[in-house]
C-alpha cells in the first residue's frame, strides 16, 4: 500500500523567504505528483502536478521530482501573507490517488 | 467551468444515527471521491467511484456506504454516527483518476 508523507508538520516564514515543502512516497511506479493548497474553511484546490521527473514553475511556485529518491517538493519563492494555508501533496498509483497529511504554512508580515 | 454541490452544508446528528451527505457534480466527470477531513488534518478516502454504478473502498470504509446513483451524484451514509467522527466530508470529482480533482465546499458533521 503507498506511504505518502510530508514534512514539515507546520512551519512559519517571514514575508518574502522562500518556502520548501517536501513530500516522501513509497510506491516506484506512481505516475502523477500534485500539490494542493487550502486556505482555511475553504476547499482544497490543485496548485501544480508534474508526470516526469525533472522540475516545474509557475509564477513563485516550483515542483521538483525525483522519483529515484521517491522524493517531490513544492518551493515558493517570495512568500506572501496570502500563501498561508494547509498544502496537501498527491501521488496517483494503483489507479488512486493518495494524499499526505498536510504542512500548514503561516507567512507572518 | 462546473460547481460541486453539497448538501446538507451543516449535519447535526444523535449518536447511533444513520445520515446521509450527498453530492452534484456538472462537470460531467466520471470520477466521484469522499473524503473525510478532521479539523486541521489531511484528507483520509471514504469510498470512490470510476463510474455510474461503480463503487471502490478507500482507507476510511468502515461505518459508511456509498451510492453513485448517476453520473452527476455521489451519496454517503453514516451507518450509525459516532462523536469521534465529526468531521468536515468534503466530495470531489475529477475527470479520470488521476487528473485534478474539483471539491465541493464540504458538509460539516456534528455528533451530539
Known amino acids: 500500500q503507498q506511504k505518502v508523507q510530508q514534512s514539515p508538520e507546520s512551519l512559519i516564514v517571514p514575508e518574502g523567504a522562500m518556502t520548501s515543502l517536501n513530500c516522501t512516497f513509497s510506491d516506484s511506479a506512481s505516475q502523477y505528483f500534485a500539490w494542493y493548497r487550502q486556505h482555511s474553511g475553504k476547499a482544497p484546490k490543485a496548485l501544480m502536478s508534474i508526470f516526469s521527473n525533472g522540475e516545474k514553475e509557475e509564477g513563485r511556485f516550483t515542483i521538483h521530482l525525483n522519483k529515484a529518491s521517491l522524493h517531490f517538493s513544492l518551493h515558493i519563492r517570495d512568500s506572501q501573507p496570502s500563501d498561508s494555508a494547509l498544502y496537501l501533496c498527491a501521488v496517483y498509483s494503483n489507479n488512486r490517488i493518495f494524499f499526505g497529511d498536510g504542512t500548514q504554512l503561516v507567512v507572518k508580515p | 467551468g462546473g460547481i460541486i454541490t453539497q448538501t446538507p452544508k451543516f449535519l447535526i446528528g444523535q449518536e447511533g444515527q444513520k445520515l446521509t451527505l450527498k453530492c452534484q457534480q456538472n462537470?460531467?466527470?466520471?470520477?466521484m471521491y469522499w473524503y473525510r477531513q478532521d479539523s486541521g488534518k489531511g484528507l483520509r478516502l471514504i469510498y470512490y467511484?470510476?463510474?455510474?454504478?461503480?463503487?471502490q473502498k478507500g482507507d476510511l470504509s468502515e461505518g459508511y456506504d456509498a451510492s453513485r446513483e448517476k453520473k452527476s451524484s455521489f451519496s454517503l451514509t453514516v451507518t450509525s454516527a459516532q462523536k469521534n467522527e465529526m468531521a468536515v466530508f468534503l466530495c470531489?470529482?475529477?475527470?479520470?483518476?488521476?487528473?485534478?480533482?474539483?471539491f465541493g465546499p464540504g458538509t460539516r458533521l456534528t455528533v451530539l
Open positions: 467511484s470510476i463510474t455510474e454504478n461503480d463503487l
Open positions: 462537470f460531467n466527470h466520471d470520477t
Open positions: 470531489a470529482s475529477s475527470i479520470w483518476g488521476y487528473a485534478e480533482q474539483f
